[in-house]
């Protein structure tokens, strides 16, 4: 027992075998829990609980329990790091997924704090990627693969938990809105005509910001963002804090994407944002599933190069955002090509 409880404990300081050995000691099925194979909510199998000289901190068992399950692309997770940017399009698997081994203690604890991080320029997609886990609420402490970096899902140990998108926790359990996914996400700034490198691609620095007005954190696994020209779905867990924005972008390059900030998701050349007029529809995959649209035109709104479209801070929701008089040009200066906007951080319009 103890032989094989500090196997697993040196197994865990070594980031893949860690995630093998928590895979192998939770049977499940397609990432749920198997009806005679549920893993109790102790967040610590019980035969693999260590002895109290050889219990790890409850961080590195956060850590080490990323959850990752089988319907996470495990390339990246067991490849070594990797800050390669891709250059042109970024297919769904290189999202680059939270870095769930190595306590990054330089980075803020929460997405919501890396929005007012004011050090050097950060590119890295928010680092809230939480495993796939649709099993019922529960009602015992949050499993360590329901939570990252403080952000779990609802349950009544965690009643400000997350849930999925057009739900709220209360008392402790996922409940659907009134309004179901309605208004559940808003669109709140589009940068459609950024300036760009000479000779460099002008849909690289393209980027669209969403915003959670809700009191709860949400998943936005399986939400679609689409224009006129194409759409691209989020593929795993994401976290989005109460409040909190996130930004969709064309590409991680800095290069490419003159300096952007706060990306959170990179949709590749799936969505080419037009100058003049088009849209950012947000739904759950079908058009019954609708969240928020915005439907911008060359005429009636905020169309100036190098500036983002922003909603006026005091109009943040899926109504007031379709009219154009309720948009302003961004004002402020962000990486290397003076476009304005704030991505990923509150809006300011005069
Ligand atoms: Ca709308
Ligand atoms: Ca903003």
Redo the contacts with the bound molecule.
Sequence with gaps: MVRSSLALVVGCALASGCLLEWDRLRATDGGRPMPDTAVEDTGVPEDTEPPPDTRVPPEDTAVVDSGVDSRVDMGPELAPPDTTVPDTMVPVDTMIPADTRVPDTAMPDTAMDSRVDTSAPDTTPMDTFVPVDTAPADTGPPDAGDCFRGLCRCSAMNPTGWCMVGEGCSSGACVRLPGGVVGALVV??VMSDPNYPAGGNASAPEWF?VYNPGPTPVNLQGMRVSDNSGSYSVPAALILPARA?AVFAYTLDPALNTGLRNITVVYGSAILLANGADRVVLDMGTPTTEIDRVEYASTGWPNMRGRSK?LNPTSLNAMDNNTGSNWCNGARMYGTEMNM???????TCP
Excluded: I, L, R, S
């Design positions: 709140t700034e910001e924005y922003t906007g704030t991505p990923g951080e509150a809006n």
